[in-house]
């Protein structure tokens, strides 16, 4: 049997199917309906933010909080991120700048931000990276000096926090993910947390096609809708996360049992006064006896299927050819090529982690 690099956490069959019962009684599918309703709720006090609002997928969310925010021109973010970040900020017509990252935590280098601003910056978009959390402090301060706008990417960041405090409560809004892969999922599904309660009338308004009454549509939005199914899933989920959490904490203690103190592989560290969300177990070969990619197909070989998360940098893709350096980001550059995320969720098995890392050392 294979292992695959994750698994969706799902609550019992018969505790889903009780959720939407109700729906065949309602008819209510969709816009905004009362599992919707519940769910945003949850959500709220489950991050401890003050207002969230919920789309259908983590992409359509940060796509429309950058239209709402109204940016314009460049913004600041980092190549070492799934393909949504740097497309989201794209497909508003916006120019992405490329900052590198730190060695330590991936997350973007707080020290070479200010070095990148210029009269046509309007935004940073750090990226929390395996819940690894951005140096939330630093970056508040730059962009109150420069009047910036902050919109954390947290799709990796489910239910993290930074001394007591929510991480969905830094910046002027951050995009949850709840796709289907994600320590929390809705099946696929996705948020906006954000400080200013004037912002989710906007955003309701953006992802129902920018109707604001029967006979009114008075911005050009999308359709981002979160159905009742998905928000029914998210909401029986939601019961169940801390001990979710709690079964992925056991898994990264047993890989680190395992890899710890191994010449040429190097572990995450901690981060003071963050509480961990368990999300990913990234792995870095730098000097080891077998590259990350040998690596990968010694485990593939066995059918275990580890990911290469990030590779390649957003800035090298396709799309984007000849229009980024992606010299410019050496340390991303490095770390996509010897950085490899090894199979994590709730239910795998101790024994199995063993086996991987046997493969691994051996």
């Given at each position: 049997?294979?292992?695959?690099?994750?698994?969706?956490?799902?609550?019992?069959?018969?505790?889903?199917?009780?959720?939407?019962?109700?729906?065949?009684?309602?008819?209510?599918?969709?816009?905004?309906?009362?599992?919707?309703?519940a769910l945003e709720a949850g959500l709220s006090k489950y991050l401890n933010?003050?207002?969230?609002?919920?789309?259908?997928?983590?992409?359509?969310?940060?796509?429309?909080?950058?239209?709402?925010?109204?940016?314009?021109?460049?913004?600041?973010?980092?190549?070492?991120?799934?393909?949504?970040?740097?497309?989201?900020?794209?497909?508003?017509?916006?120019?992405?700048?490329?900052?590198?990252?730190?060695?330590?935590?991936?997350?973007?280098?707080?020290?070479?931000?200010?070095?990148?601003?210029?009269?046509?910056?309007?935004?940073?978009?750090?990226?929390?990276?395996?819940?690894?959390?951005?140096?939330?402090?630093?970056?508040?301060?730059?962009?109150?000096?420069?009047?910036?706008?902050?919109?954390y990417d947290a799709a990796h960041a489910f239910g993290v926090t930074v001394?007591?405090?929510?991480?969905?409560?830094?910046?002027?809004?951050?995009?949850?993910?709840?796709?289907?892969?994600?320590?929390?999922?809705?099946?696929?599904?996705?948020?906006?947390?954000?400080?200013?309660?004037?912002?989710?009338?906007?955003?309701?308004?953006?992802?129902?096609?920018?109707?604001?009454?029967?006979?009114?549509?008075?911005?050009?939005?999308?359709?981002?809708?979160?159905?009742?199914?998905?928000?029914?899933?998210?909401?029986?989920?939601?019961?169940?996360?801390?001990?979710?959490?709690?079964?992925?904490?056991?898994?990264?203690e047993r890989y680190y049992s395992n890899l710890k103190d191994i010449e040429?592989?190097?572990?995450?560290?901690?981060?003071?006064?963050?509480?961990?969300?368990?999300?990913?177990?990234?792995?870095?070969?730098?000097?080891?006896?077998?590259?990350?990619?040998?690596?990968?197909?010694?485990?593939?070989?066995?059918?275990?299927?580890?990911?290469?998360?990030?590779?390649?940098?957003?800035?090298?893709?396709?799309?984007?050819?000849?229009?980024?350096?992606?010299?410019?980001?050496?340390?991303?550059?490095?770390?996509?090529?010897?950085?490899?995320?090894?199979?994590?969720?709730?239910?795998?098995?101790?024994?199995?982690?063993?086996?991987?890392?046997?493969?691994?050392?051996?």
């Open positions: 049997m294979s292992i695959q690099v994750t698994r969706p956490s799902m609550a019992n069959m018969d505790e889903y199917m009780e959720e939407v019962k109700d729906l065949w009684v309602t008819s209510w599918l969709t816009n905004m309906g009362y599992k919707h309703e933010v003050p207002n969230i609002t919920l789309f259908t997928n983590g992409h359509l969310a940060l796509e429309s909080i950058i239209a709402v925010l109204g940016l314009k021109g460049e913004v600041i973010t980092t190549p070492f991120t799934f393909a949504s970040t740097t497309h989201a900020i794209v497909r508003n017509g916006l120019e992405p700048v490329f900052c590198d990252i730190n060695p330590l935590d991936y997350t973007m280098d707080v020290d070479k931000v200010e070095g990148l601003i210029t009269e046509k910056t309007s935004a940073i978009i750090p990226v929390h990276v395996y819940g690894h959390v951005c140096h939330v402090d630093k970056l508040d301060q730059i962009a109150k000096k420069y009047n910036l706008k902050i919109i001394n007591g405090q929510g991480i969905g409560s830094f910046g002027d809004a951050s995009m949850f993910s709840f796709h289907a892969t994600k320590v929390f999922n809705t099946i696929e599904g996705g948020g906006v947390t954000y400080l200013d309660p004037l912002i989710k009338k906007k955003l309701d308004v953006m992802k129902n096609f920018g109707i604001t009454g029967p006979e009114s549509v008075e911005f050009v939005g999308g359709n981002g809708k979160m159905n009742e199914f998905q928000a029914a899933m998210g909401i029986c989920n939601l019961r169940h996360i801390d001990g979710e959490i709690g079964k992925r904490k056991r898994v990264v040429g592989i190097r572990l995450s560290g901690e981060q003071e006064g963050v509480t961990k969300n368990y999300g990913y177990m990234p792995v870095v070969f730098e000097g080891y006896k077998k590259s990350r990619d040998e690596v990968f197909e010694a485990l593939k070989v066995q059918n275990i299927f580890a990911r290469k998360y990030f590779y390649p940098l957003t800035s090298s893709f396709d799309c984007y050819r000849d229009k980024y350096n992606v010299e410019d980001t050496p340390i991303a550059v490095n770390i996509s090529k010897s950085v490899m995320t090894l199979p994590l969720y709730a239910d795998l098995a101790l024994d199995d982690v063993d086996r991987i890392c046997d493969i691994i050392k051996k």
